[in-house]
């Protein structure tokens, strides 16, 4: 060093007569030594200036390493020799500045893991990394079981606190070098490099599984989360990314629909049935849409008299082939998806245009619609009855609501508070498929029940030789009785049954001992209207 301007000794700390005679390498970190050298060999050898980045020391005490832009331009005396002249300026600040705006822009907020752009890149990374080296890459896909429960039962407070819990669980289940993403929502990702047998990726899956399923506490609540797990590997699965991406989505899909808290690895034969349901997913969303998903009025009857007392609304399907499905066909598709809200609207508003139509002829008889208990806690759903009771208050004795034995047992607050909100308006509430589920006596103490369906199961067993059977039915009736619960049993479907039910004292029934489900135009008819 030959000579400093007055800026340097502000800077580094040091006066001229500390560096002059030393090494200009001293100026610098050790990081940055290589770096350094590197710059002086490509001026000796190659460019008359150079320009990088350098971590530079400092004199003063307690201070870190700073980042500088170094520019070195190398002088030409005439003589043959040269000096070098170094521009220095600190630019941590524009550093520490630039790496917020990578924070922002490759990590997610919530949880500190990689969101899916950092994702995006660090895939396409691997994937030609392991395209090059002939290397396996194996894709995890994770998504969290019935994530919408915890944000609608206790708000999104608790499932930001439940996301960042899961992404610090994740990062312990893995090796520091597995790249660990959240794409968005509940869904997460992890990127495992090199090959692995399927054991040690199930090893992995299966730890994930234990982490995930330890109790969660969230603030005053203890939650259980479960999560499912798709696996998928380059080559074996997919030769692109895109293709491997869909693989583990959809080997999710298989953990999913063999029963939640699982893993699979992808399968192209179950993909088969995966893409049926993915087609069964559109046709049910196009029949939706165009109304195509019709509602069909089975009566229920006075044994005694045979005189016809209410209807309950079922669903059926016409397909574009004239083919009439039965629920089975297309609920179990859209039982948790937004389409069976939609649905749950769409079918309120047609049974109260028909009840006024009805009443138009001079029938007003009620119509009972069965809602699930995704569906009663959807606040459209509870919206849309609201606005009936409002606007059509005529209408609300003769709306009645079914819910089924399960979702009692399911024990939600936000569906047994909708429930009440219901019966506060005026709309009686039948519990259907009794017996079938594990409802307690207690939870039928908590909800204003006009009436308990009792399932054609226990209906069909009056058929049946076991005499432990019928007790069972004879007991649910007893049961029923003392606790002043009006009685409709389904699933009538001969004179045997019918009597043997009018014994016991039941006298409401339906089935098809009386009729199936009719199509509105048939209805008046059948009334002898």
Same mark, same amino acid.
């Given at each position: 060093?030959?000579?400093?301007?007055?800026?340097?000794?502000?800077?580094?700390?040091?006066?001229?007569?500390?560096?002059?005679?030393?090494?200009? #390498?001293?100026? %610098?970190? &050790?990081?940055?030594?290589?770096?350094?050298? =590197?710059? !002086?060999? *490509?001026?000796?050898?190659?460019? /008359?200036?150079?320009?990088?980045?350098?971590?530079?020391?400092?004199?003063?005490?307690?201070?870190?390493?700073?980042?500088?832009?170094?520019?070195?331009?190398?002088?030409?005396?005439?003589?043959?020799?040269?000096?070098?002249?170094?521009?220095?300026?600190?630019?941590?600040?524009?550093?520490?500045?630039?790496?917020?705006?990578?924070?922002?822009?490759?990590?997610?907020?919530?949880?500190?893991?990689?969101?899916?752009?950092?994702?995006?890149?660090?895939?396409?990374?691997?994937?030609?990394?392991?395209?090059?080296?002939?290397?396996?890459?194996?894709?995890?896909?994770?998504?969290?079981?019935?994530?919408?429960?915890?944000?609608?039962?206790? #708000?999104?407070? %608790?499932? &930001?606190?439940?996301?960042?819990?899961?992404? =610090?669980? !994740?990062? *312990?289940?893995?090796?520091?070098? /597995?790249?660990?993403?959240?794409?968005?929502?509940?869904?997460?990702?992890?990127?495992?490099?090199?090959?692995?047998?399927?054991?040690?990726?199930?090893?992995?899956?299966?730890?994930?599984?234990?982490?995930?399923?330890?109790?969660?506490?969230?603030?005053?609540?203890?939650?259980?989360?479960?999560?499912?797990?798709?696996?998928?590997?380059?080559?074996?699965?997919?030769?692109?990314?895109?293709?491997?991406?869909?693989?583990?989505?959809?080997?999710?899909?298989?953990?999913?629909?063999?029963?939640?808290?699982?893993?699979?690895?992808?399968?192209?034969?179950?993909?088969?049935?995966?893409?049926?349901?993915?087609?069964?997913?559109?046709?049910?969303?196009?029949?939706?849409?165009?109304?195509?998903?019709?509602?069909?009025?089975?009566?229920?009857?006075?044994?005694?008299?045979?005189?016809?007392?209410?209807?309950?609304?079922?669903?059926?399907?016409?397909?574009?082939?004239?083919?009439?499905?039965?629920?089975?066909?297309?609920?179990?598709?859209?039982?948790?998806?937004?389409?069976?809200?939609?649905?749950?609207?769409?079918?309120?508003?047609?049974?109260?245009?028909?009840?006024?139509?009805?009443?138009?002829?001079?029938?007003?008889?009620?119509?009972?619609?069965?809602?699930?208990?995704?569906?009663?806690?959807?606040?459209?759903?509870?919206?849309?009855?609201?606005?009936?009771?409002?606007?059509?208050?005529?209408?609300?004795?003769?709306?009645?609501?079914?819910?089924?034995?399960?979702?009692?047992?399911?024990?939600?607050?936000?569906?047994?508070?909708?429930?009440?909100?219901?019966?506060?308006?005026?709309?009686?509430?039948?519990?259907?498929?009794?017996?079938?589920?594990?409802?307690?006596?207690?939870?039928?103490?908590?909800?204003?029940?006009?009436?308990?369906?009792?399932?054609?199961?226990?209906?069909?067993?009056?058929?049946?030789?076991?005499?432990?059977?019928?007790?069972?039915?004879?007991?649910?009736?007893?049961?029923?009785?003392?606790?002043?619960?009006?009685?409709?049993?389904?699933?009538?479907?001969?004179?045997?049954?019918?009597?043997?039910?009018?014994?016991?004292?039941?006298?409401?029934?339906?089935?098809?001992?009386?009729?199936?489900?009719?199509?509105?135009?048939?209805?008046?008819?059948?009334?002898?209207?």
């Amino acid at each position: 060093i030959l000579s400093v301007n007055p800026s340097f000794t502000h800077f580094f700390g040091l006066s001229l007569s500390e560096v002059k005679g030393k090494d200009d #390498g001293f100026l %610098y970190h &050790d990081q940055s030594k290589g770096i350094h050298l =590197e710059a !002086l060999n *490509k001026l000796i050898y190659e460019v /008359d200036q150079v320009e990088d980045r350098m971590s530079c020391i400092s004199a003063f005490e307690g201070k870190s390493p700073i980042i500088c832009s170094v520019n070195i331009v190398m002088i030409h005396d005439g003589e043959g020799a040269h000096k070098f002249l170094h521009f220095i300026e600190d630019i941590t600040q524009q550093v520490s500045a630039e790496d917020n705006m990578k924070e922002v822009a490759f990590k997610d907020p919530l949880t500190g893991l990689s969101n899916r752009y950092s994702f995006n890149m660090k895939f396409k990374t691997l994937f030609l990394e392991a395209q090059r080296l002939g290397e396996q890459l194996t894709l995890f896909f994770i998504d969290l079981d019935k994530f919408k429960f915890i944000n609608d039962e206790y #708000g999104h407070e %608790y499932g &930001d606190l439940l996301l960042i819990h899961v992404a =610090e669980r !994740l990062k *312990k289940s893995c090796k520091g070098y /597995d790249f660990i993403a959240r794409l968005g929502g509940d869904e997460f990702v992890i990127l495992i490099q090199n090959d692995k047998s399927k054991v040690s990726l199930e090893l992995i899956a299966k730890r994930i599984l234990f982490e995930l399923s330890k109790p969660f506490l969230l603030k005053d609540v203890n939650y259980h989360c479960t999560c499912s797990i798709g696996i998928a590997q380059y080559p074996d699965d997919a030769m692109s990314k895109k293709d491997l991406l869909h693989a583990a989505d959809s080997a999710m899909y298989m953990a999913k629909h063999s029963g939640r808290n699982d893993f699979s690895f992808y399968n192209h034969e179950v993909q088969k049935i995966t893409n049926l349901h993915d087609r069964r997913i559109k046709e049910i969303e196009d029949a939706v849409v165009n109304d195509s998903i019709q509602l069909y009025f089975q009566p229920i009857h006075d044994m005694v008299t045979g005189e016809v007392l209410a209807f309950e609304a079922l669903s059926r399907y016409l397909d574009d082939q004239g083919e009439c499905h039965l629920p089975s066909y297309f609920l179990p598709y859209i039982a948790e998806d937004p389409l069976i809200y939609k649905l749950g609207v769409n079918q309120i508003r047609e049974i109260k245009r028909y009840l006024k139509i009805l009443k138009h002829h001079g029938v007003q008889l009620p119509i009972s619609m069965n809602l699930s208990s995704y569906q009663i806690k959807s606040d459209l759903i509870i919206n849309q009855l609201e606005m009936v009771a409002k606007t059509s208050p005529d209408i609300i004795r003769l709306l009645k609501i079914e819910v089924t034995e399960t979702m009692l047992f399911e024990n939600n607050n936000i569906a047994i508070k909708n429930l009440n909100r219901l019966t506060a308006l005026g709309y009686s509430l039948l519990l259907d498929d009794f017996g079938t589920g594990h409802s307690s006596i207690y939870s039928l103490k908590k909800i204003d029940f006009e009436a308990v369906k009792i399932d054609k199961v226990f209906v069909n067993e009056i058929n049946a030789t076991n005499e432990k059977e019928g007790s069972f039915l004879n007991a649910i009736i007893a049961m029923m009785k003392n606790l002043n619960i009006k009685i409709i049993c389904e699933g009538v479907e001969s004179q045997q049954q019918k009597d043997y039910l009018l014994q016991r004292g039941c006298k409401i029934g339906q089935g098809f001992y009386y009729s199936e489900a009719l199509p509105r135009n048939k209805v008046l008819k059948y009334l002898g209207v």
